[in-house]
T-cell receptor, first 115, second 113 residues
Framework: GAVVSQHPSWVICKSGTSVKIECRSL??????MFWYRQFPKQSLMLMAT?????????EQGVEKDKFLINHASLTLSTLTVTSAHPEDSSFYIC???????????FGNGTRLTVT | DQQVKQNSPSLSVQEGRISILNCDYT??????FLWYKKYPAEGPTFLIS?????DKNEDGRFTVFLNKSAKHLSLHIVPSQPGDSAVYFC????????????FGQGTILTVHP
């Protein structure tokens, strides 16, 4: 079945540094990928839609300059958390689907801790 | 504004019995609903989905029921197994924004042997 791989699975960084998270579709091409965030004991919240070859679209309240998304190929989207702060510590998850009307498949997530 | 709500934070069930997880939504634009299972520090795993044109969808031990007039859906797991213990999220989307899911808060299911 469709597999989405996310890397790294966890990362610890110092406040003020930037962190890049990769999301790959392993056995299918994904023109669209999605980035979600989950704070402890809360639901998953959509952050942005990553579109191959064009700019990402961000949900209301998500800072596009802080969360840089690049979808350079049909199998890779990256999320860069710039100038990270402790409040950015969260669980970041990407997802993709093979085509419309097929279920979204999620990566295993990245636990980001900013110290 | 929580458009998808799972009002039961947790559910405890005996092995072999039925687990019923509930979900309510407020946005009548939603036309596709999904259930995901999630373990800590992992991404959600797709379980089953249902389109708004149906009222029931079955896949093995999992059945999802949709009551559009009540804006309510439920996931039935029969028989429940200890390995089903996890957090279950319902999610919704509408056709023109395919892939953009709105999730409920999740329900922690514990199946006791």
């Amino acid at each position: 079945g469709a597999v989405v791989s996310q890397h790294p699975s966890w990362v610890i960084c110092k406040s003020g540094t930037s962190v890049k998270i990769e999301c790959r579709s392993l056995d299918f091409q994904a023109t669209t990928m999605f980035w979600y965030r989950q704070f402890p004991k809360q639901s998953l919240m959509l952050m942005a839609t990553s579109n191959e070859g064009s700019k990402a679209t961000y949900e209301q309240g998500v800072e596009k300059d802080k969360f840089l998304i690049n979808h350079a190929s049909l199998t890779l989207s990256t999320l860069t958390v710039t100038s990270a702060h402790p409040e950015d510590s969260s669980f970041y998850i990407c997802s993709a689907h093979t085509r419309n009307n097929s279920p979204l498949h999620f990566g295993n997530g990245t636990r980001l801790t900013v110290t | 504004d929580q458009q998808v709500k799972q009002n039961s934070p947790s559910l405890s069930v005996q092995e072999g019995r039925i687990s019923i997880l509930n979900c309510d939504y407020t946005n009548s634009m939603f036309d596709y609903f999904l259930w995901y299972k999630k373990y800590p520090a992992e991404g959600p795993t797709f379980l089953i989905s249902i389109s708004s044109i149906k009222d029931k969808n079955e896949d093995g031990r999992f059945t999802v029921f949709l009551n559009k007039s009540a804006k309510h859906l439920s996931l039935h797991i029969v028989p429940s197994q200890p390995g089903d213990s996890a957090v279950y999220f319902c999610a919704a989307m509408w056709g023109t924004s395919y892939g953009k899911l709105t999730f409920g808060q999740g329900t922690i299911l514990t199946v006791h042997p």
